[in-house]
Antibody, heavy 123, light 108 residues
Framework: EVQLLESGGGLVQPGGSLRLSCTAS????????MSWVRQAPGRGLEWVSA????????YDADSVKGRFTISRDNSKNTLYLQMNRLRAEDTAIYYC????????????????WGQGTLVTVSS | SYVLTQPPSVSVAPGKTATITCGGN??????VHWYQQKPGQAPLVVIY???DRPSGIPERFSGSNSGNTATLTISGVEAGDEADYYC???????????FGTGTKVTVL
């Protein structure tokens, strides 16, 4: 069974940093691109970042470009999101999601999703 | 940036048909995916590549895509279908994934 488990969320002050992790199991991790998608309280889904299966190619939404960095360690079956210079508007549940091919940013869908980890940016 | 517009809410009686639209410029040229999200849960894909259905998703769920509108149709709606639904595409011009604004389906 394919499973994704996020961790690392919590309360952080504006301007602070946080690193999220997503541990994968049940599939050959390096064969699939991965993404982070967030959802602010009571709001819709927003794609954040994507990374290819090898980790060599990454993409970021304009709202996080230059502040967030997506990476992966295929030897540990783990996806990361390093979040710096956090703002109140970054408060959200952050989901990791598995793409359907090794190539990121393609006409593919996300399946499955992890259960999410909550990030709260507040003083 | 590419924008996907959905109606905020759709109400439907049990056993009837719910139709959820997703509007975007020439969306018919893109592959559209649909997700169901129930309160407190992660999204779940219910339709992919416009009209394909994952295993385990009831045949009541179907999708189509043409012109400037993609559509998710839920036939014979059940109480358990009450959820938020999101469409999603890949916008090649910006290299971004894009989600629709979301539609809350209420079963009367």
């Amino acid at each position: 069974e394919v499973q994704l488990l996020e961790s690392g969320g919590g309360l952080v002050q504006p301007g602070g940093s946080l690193r999220l992790s997503c541990t994968a199991s049940g599939f050959t991790f390096s064969h699939y691109a991965m993404s982070w998608v967030r959802q602010a309280p009571g709001r819709g889904l927003e794609w954040v970042s994507a990374i290819s299966g090898s980790g060599g190619v990454t993409y970021d939404a304009d709202s996080v470009k230059g502040r967030f960095t997506i990476s992966r360690d295929n030897s540990k079956n783990t996806l990361y999101l390093q979040m710096n210079r956090l703002r109140a508007e970054d408060t959200a549940i952050y989901y990791c999601a598995k793409d359907q091919s090794v190539v990121a940013l393609s006409p593919n869908y996300f399946d499955p999703w992890g259960q999410g980890t909550l990030v709260t940016v507040s003083s | 940036s590419y924008v996907l517009t959905q109606p905020p809410s759709v109400s439907v009686a049990p056993g009837k048909t719910a139709t959820i639209t997703c509007g975007g410029n020439n969306i018919g040229t893109k592959s559209v995916h649909w997700y169901q999200q129930k309160p407190g849960q992660a999204p779940l894909v219910v339709i992919y590549y416009d009209g394909d259905r994952p295993s385990g998703i009831p045949e009541r769920f179907s999708g189509s895509n043409s012109g400037n509108t993609a559509t998710l149709t839920i036939s014979g709606v059940e109480a358990g279908d009450e959820a938020d639904y999101y469409c999603q595409v890949w916008d090649s011009s910006s290299d971004h994934y894009v989600f629709g604004t979301g539609t809350k389906v209420t079963v009367l």
